[in-house]
């Protein structure tokens, strides 16, 4: 405020202090946006790398995420639904199966339970039916084909 004080001093005519009301003006809405635009991405942040962190869990939940980063369940899912384009279950399923396909990619000696276990499924029918819906084919063609 102190500097559109001074700008305003130095203004002669009406339009010249109206000019720098308004730029003082449009410059405080932009700002105003940008911080409110922050402060609604940052939980989706802490969202996503505390999914990244903890996707092996087999109990992770939108519950547990919500009471984790403390926020309601609700807020939590409108807000990373509005900001990312997808539910929050659909991003922690999608981290889910990346991991799994490095693990099918990769080290032969896990079999399909150890694997849906290691990336935070119950069991295997679960993982095998997740993957096929993400992947469009089962884990197990996946590993042979090594995509």
Known sequence: LEELRRQVKRCSEAAQVFDCLKEFCCGYLARQSAQQESESVRPIRKAK?????????????????????????????????????????????????????????????????????????SGRITFTRIFKKYEGITPGVYRESKL
């Open 49 to 121: 790398q505390y999914i990244q962190e903890h996707y092996s869990d087999a109990n992770l939940s939108l519950s547990y995420i919500g009471d984790a980063l403390g926020f309601s369940p609700s807020y939590l899912s409108k807000l990373f639904k509005q900001e990312s384009g997808r539910s929050i279950l659909d991003y922690l399923n999608m981290v889910r199966i990346e991991k799994a396909k490095e693990l099918l990619r990769g080290d032969n000696s896990l079999n399909l339970d150890e694997i849906a276990m290691t990336v935070g499924y």
